[in-house]
């Protein structure tokens, strides 16, 4: 199939026009000098274009149904207008050719020029019998712009021999005038050489109307019989006539006698011929060549590609658009356990066992081709040699013209990089798990380890209480007694003050390091008494005014959520006496249905940027408890504006106080 030019094509389209308007221009032309017979200083515009008026109204007709028929392929309503109107000037055309021909043959009064006399218009236009060539050649006119989309069977379009034929039959006139003889009954009846001019405009024009022909195609087209044809074909018959020519004139001028003149054209005319065809064996050969080394590179290219394709293990393969296979390389093939002959032409459903994976891969195309752009698919599918995960790139396979013709995929078969996924998921999964086991144990210890601890720092602080708190009271009483039998003397009286004084300082001493072990308040008074005490004993100490607020409702809670509370009520206070610089501290216990809630929020200069080690170092401990104990600590700061520490321990059924026997004995004691 031969492809035309863009150009060339545009070019063409236009022709047809130019010959429409040309030919158009010739009929109403002479029609209007006629009318008003027109002059131009001497000269009458008449006789430049003596043409009759049936022959000016016959171009006329020709000229606008040519026209008519550079529209006419459209298939907008105004283009099957254009058809319609088309046929009808043509049909007009050829019957205006065959009153002509009737009216020179039968002798009927049938031809255009009797009706315009009859008419009363033999003094307004030049009437007069048309030529019976001229007739002839409107004949082939109207039949070719009537016939001119007509197609044999054997996909032959008359129109273009018409056209041909109607150039050939015009040119015997023109022959005949320029070679000053008149042959084929003196040129049917003496044609005007300018007649014969227009109808080869009109031929033309016909010719290249519909460029998509197969003539026209042939001349158009870029394949090398086109340039070759259309650089051959106009170069010979130039240089025939010139070479006729030149012969003639060698006759005229006496150079040669009139025998010679036959032989001298052959001769002459072979050579020009031979020079020609020489030229055109020439270029056919470099176009060999220069295609034979594009088929060699494009070979060597296919090569390239086939080894790559058969060299790799991704299954590759190409569909079109109606979901048949065009291309599979050998890892394809292998995937789908086939031969190749199988594979080729064949759908989804004749490739693939299970109709759910055909169905899957059908959906997966429909998506490419919809979308028009490359997509990434991971599939698990069954084949032949068991079940295997393919991750598939697919894009759309287009032509030249970038239509979408089908699709190219390419699938790498991941199976065991699946399976190695799979055992790294379930080893991290496991790993997880001991780590969470790991992290459960921990918590415990650390919460076994401060139950371990407080409860030590509970026997050391009964210790002090009873032991050292009971021998320091029997101490005193008895310093007293000596103290009353000593002299009464100065000395004694201050060495007396002096040892008062110290027994007083190590039994508050003794005192403070009790309740800082354990408080007895916790135990006896609960949490809410233990924690307004701790304010008011850090306000005392520090000078820093602090408020505590509390439940006014009774709560009971599990002696480690109470001891927890307390210790991170401590820790937080020292960290503000330590750090924070502030004048203002808010202590919130807060008891809600789900949720006990504790609050420390302070004014001072808040934690610095930069300062999180610091941070987390006194604050870890809270951190410990309060995840021991299943809760959380989130702590918001503002540099300059103070720092909130939010504590929440969930209310579970361990962390709540759930009073017996032993309670009511720890609490006596």
Known sequence: MFKPSAHRSQRASVIPL?????????????????????????????????????????????????????????????????????????????LLAAGTLAQSMLGLRTGLDSFLASAGYAGTFHVAHMAPLTALGFLFAGLCL????????????????GAFILAGVMGIPLIGHLYNVMSIEESAQVMAPYISVVFFVLAAGVLTARPGHPL????????????????????????????????????????????MASPLLVLLSSSLLFVMFCRTAALLNREYEGRRMG????????????????????????????????FANPAQLRLLGKEEQDVIGARSAELYDNPEDADAVDREDQRVLEGGSAMVFEA???????????????????????????????STDITERKRMENALKAHETQLEALVAARTV???????????????EKRAIARELHDDLGSALTALNMHLALVFQQLPDEPKFAERAAKIKT???????????????????????????????????????????????????EPIAYAPRVDIALFRMVQEALNNIAKHAKATQVDVVLDDTDEEILLTVRDNGVGIPAGSSSRVTHGLRGMRERAGYLGGSVKISSTPGKGTVISIAIPKTEANMHMPDATDDVEIAH
């Open 18 to 94: 130019l010959c429409a308007a040309l030919v158009v221009f010739v009929g109403a032309f002479a029609m209007f000098n006629a009318a008003h017979d027109l002059w131009i200083a001497d000269y009458r515009l008449r006789e430049l274009l003596p043409l009759q008026a049936d022959t000016s109204i016959g171009f006329v007709l020709a000229g606008l149904a040519l026209a008519l028929r550079c529209v006419a392929p459209s298939r907008a309503p105004a283009g099957r207008l254009a058809g319609l109107a088309a046929a009808l000037l043509a049909t007009l055309v050829a």
């Open 146 to 161: 009537l016939l001119i989309d007509y197609r044999s069977r054997r996909g032959h379009f008359p129109a273009e021999y």
């Open 216 to 259: 026209m195609n042939l001349w158009n087209s870029t394949s090398p019989g086109g340039p070759l044809l259309r650089r051959l074909l106009p170069n010979c018959l130039l240089l025939l006539v010139c070479l006729d020519f030149m012969i003639k004139w060698g006759v005229q001028n006496h150079l040669y006698g009139p025998e």
């Open 295 to 326: 088929e060699e590179a494009l070979a060597e290219s296919n090569a390239l590609l086939r080894a790559v394709s058969d060299s790799t293990p991704d299954a590759i393969f190409v569909k079109d658009a109606a979901g048949r296979m065009v």
């Open 380 to 410: 698990t599918m069954r084949f032949p040699n068991g079940e295997r995960t393919l991750h598939s790139t697919k894009a759309p396979w287009r032509n030249g013209k970038g239509e979408v013709m089908g699709l190219v995929g390419i």
């Open 441 to 455: 144990e921990v918590s415990e210890l650390i919460g076994h380890l401060e139950t371990t601890r407080e409860e």
């Open 502 to 552: 110290l027994l007083t300082s190590i039994t508050g001493a003794t005192r403070r390091i009790q309740i800082g072990l354990r408080p007895d308040k916790l135990d006896v008074f609960g949490i809410k008494v233990a924690i307004t005490e701790q304010a008011a004993e850090f306000e005392k100490y520090s000078g820093v005014a602090c408020d505590a607020s509390v439940p006014d």
